[in-house]
């Protein structure tokens, strides 16, 4: 058992200085969600302060067309990578894929998926618009705490950091 009896304190530790780099973006409508998919991310080792969250698709496009133009100053880091959820108030999610993945500063961002609805075509959709990941919402918090995991394994892969560091230590 980790600290505060997180069974998985020791794997995360491993990743301190990985995951305090972590910035996470949210773009997430239902503030309930918003909020639980944060504590999640903070479950999982990634400080608070850098999770950001936009609240619908309008919101999403002001903050990315901001954070674009100050990433292109190198006044600010790209995010690590976008949890999208496609259902959002003013705007799509798969319009704000589209306009994020046409911008170049930012293009390069993982953009995963994260929808109460599980439907192929969408999926194969938004994969075609240049989604990495699809991901259900879950119903138990400690099944998106485990969503949540399962995305910065991803992440890290997509940084070549192999994600199991004590199975890496075993002859």
């Given amino acids: 058992m980790g600290a505060f009896g997180n069974p998985t304190g020791r794997f995360e530790a491993r990743f301190r200085g990985l995951m305090d780099e972590c910035r996470p973006l949210l773009i997430e ?3 309930a969600d918003a909020r639980l998919m944060s504590e999640a991310f903070k479950r999982c080792g990634v400080p608070a302060p ?3 969250v936009a609240i619908d698709g309008e919101q999403a496009l002001l903050l990315l067309a901001t954070r674009a133009r100050a990433v292109a100053n190198n006044e ?3 995010p690590s990578f976008i949890v999208l959820d496609l259902r959002l108030r003013r705007r ?3 319009s704000v894929l589209e306009w994020l993945k046409s911008e170049p500063a930012l293009a390069s961002v993982p953009v995963m998926v994260l929808t109460g609805t599980e439907n192929a075509k969408e999926a194969g959709r938004v994969r075609e618009l240049g989604a990495d ?4 919402k879950p119903l138990l918090f400690s099944d998106l705490v485990t969503t949540a995991r399962a995305m910065l394994d991803r992440w890290r892969e997509m940084l070549g950091t192999r994600s199991d560091p004590v199975a890496a230590e075993q002859p």
């Fill in 133 to 136: 990941s699809f991901y259900l």
């Fill in 92 to 94: 799509s999610g798969s």
């Fill in 50 to 52: 850098n999770i950001e």
């Fill in 29 to 31: 409508d239902d503030p």
């Fill in 76 to 78: 600010l880091p790209r």
